[in-house]
Every structure is written in structure tokens, then in C-alpha cells.
């Protein structure tokens, strides 16, 4: 298994960054994917879960409204669009897969990809 | 829905065993036994040690194990090692399609 986001960087208040993750290794079609976030010294957040065939997505409340899972099976993709962006949004953005197919077990993780809300 | 209570930091000697508390409430930790643990060093991905309560992926030294009892899971990492000192972070699926997953707090352990 490997993920591999990209996309992060340095973003103003109120601005929009789409991160990507892409997965090799597994039939990422089959596999619930999810986005985990850690601010800087503090601990880890789920924020958004897409299910293999995109028929369920869930979203944690701080992000809900303003940011947006979606994936492409066909390229072995996961996406986030983060729109309104706050100072508290700042973390590192982490791509993570269910371990299992339809459970909630837990998860393999990418690399992460900073993201850096200020003005 | 608040995060899972763990210790801020355990402590303990090389060889010793230490265990990190993992509390939630019957609508997570309780609900289920999706209840996994990672360890996190900085500057690196998480890394899966338990899942399903107490199972560990392929891998994983038989050193670290898992336990649940009602609305509290536990990791005990024995045998302690200097490669174990790192962030350990515990994660339940909840009942509630918000959050669907809640973390703990994260615990620091120290090899003394």
C-alpha cells in the first residue's frame, strides 16, 4: 500500500487549495479512503471519509460545508477541495485507507502534506 | 463529539512494560470493537500497531498488545524498547455519522 498526497502549501484566509492523494498497491475501488488531519502540536482529526463507490461520505462538523472529499477510482485518487480556509486549519492533511473492506478497523496512512492557513 | 481520553505521557524504564488508557463513552470505544492504535514519531505517517481491540497487522512486534473493558481500551507495549519512545494515538469508529471516527488525545511515551 502507498499514498501520496500532494497539493498543500502556504494559503491567505478565505482561500481554496485542492489536495490529492494518489494510492498504487491495492483495488482502490474496494476501499473506504478518508482524510486525517493533525495541527501543529496537537493530536490527530478525522475529517472526512468517501466510501469505495462514492454512495456514502461523511464529514466532521468543523469542515462541514467548506470542504469536499471526492475520488476517482478509474485514477486511483482521492481528493479534498478546501474552500474558506481559517488559521485553524492549518495542519498536516493526511490520506488514509480502511484497512478492511466495510469495517471500521482502522487505517494505513500516507505521508501527510502540510497545509499552512496565514495572512 | 470529544476526543478519547488518554494519559499525556507514560514513562517507563527499558525492558519494563507500560500500558496507555484509551477512554471514550458507549456511543464509541463501548459501541464497537473498531478500536485501533498507532504509533506516530514526528515528521512520519502514523503507523497502525492494533486493530479490531487486539490484533496486530502483519509485522508488528508481538510486544505491543491491545484490551478492551466497556468504555476503555488499552495498549500495553511490552519489553520496552528505545525505537518504542514516540506518540501513541488510539481511534474508535462511533455510532454517529459525525464524527465517524473519533482519536484519542495522544499519549507520549518516554523510555527511561
Known amino acids: 500500500v502507498q499514498l501520496v498526497e500532494s497539493g498543500g502549501g502556504f494559503i491567505q484566509p478565505g482561500g481554496s487549495l485542492r489536495l490529492s492523494c494518489a494510492a498504487s498497491g491495492f483495488t482502490f475501488g474496494d476501499f473506504t479512503m478518508n482524510w486525517v488531519r493533525q495541527p501543529p502540536g496537537k493530536g490527530l482529526e478525522w475529517i472526512s471519509a468517501i466510501f469505495g463507490n462514492s454512495g456514502h461520505i461523511g464529514y466532521a462538523d468543523s469542515v462541514k460545508g467548506r470542504f469536499t472529499i471526492s475520488r476517482d477510482n478509474a485514477k486511483k485518487s482521492l481528493y479534498l477541495e478546501m474552500r474558506n480556509l481559517r488559521a485553524e486549519d492549518t495542519a498536516v492533511y493526511y490520506c488514509a485507507k480502511d484497512i478492511l473492506i466495510g469495517t471500521g478497523s482502522g487505517f494505513d496512512w500516507g505521508q501527510g502534506s502540510l497545509v499552512t492557513v496565514s495572512s | 463529539q470529544s476526543a478519547l481520553t488518554q494519559p499525556a505521557s507514560v514513562s517507563g524504564s527499558l525492558g519494563q512494560s507500560i500500558t496507555i488508557s484509551c477512554t471514550g463513552t458507549n456511543s464509541d470505544v463501548g459501541a464497537y470493537d473498531y478500536v485501533s492504535w498507532y504509533q506516530h514519531h514526528p515528521g512520519k505517517a502514523p503507523r497502525l500497531i492494533i486493530y479490531?481491540?487486539?490484533n496486530r497487522p502483519s509485522g508488528v512486534s508481538n510486544r505491543f498488545s491491545g484490551s478492551k473493558s466497556g468504555n476503555t481500551a488499552s495498549l500495553t507495549i511490552s519489553g520496552l524498547q528505545a525505537e518504542d519512545e514516540a506518540h501513541y494515538y488510539c481511534?474508535?469508529?462511533?455510532?454517529?455519522?459525525?464524527?465517524?471516527?473519533?482519536f484519542g488525545s495522544g499519549s507520549r511515551v518516554t523510555v527511561l
Open positions: 481511534c474508535s469508529y462511533t455510532s454517529s455519522s459525525t464524527p465517524l471516527y473519533v
Open positions: 479490531d481491540v487486539n
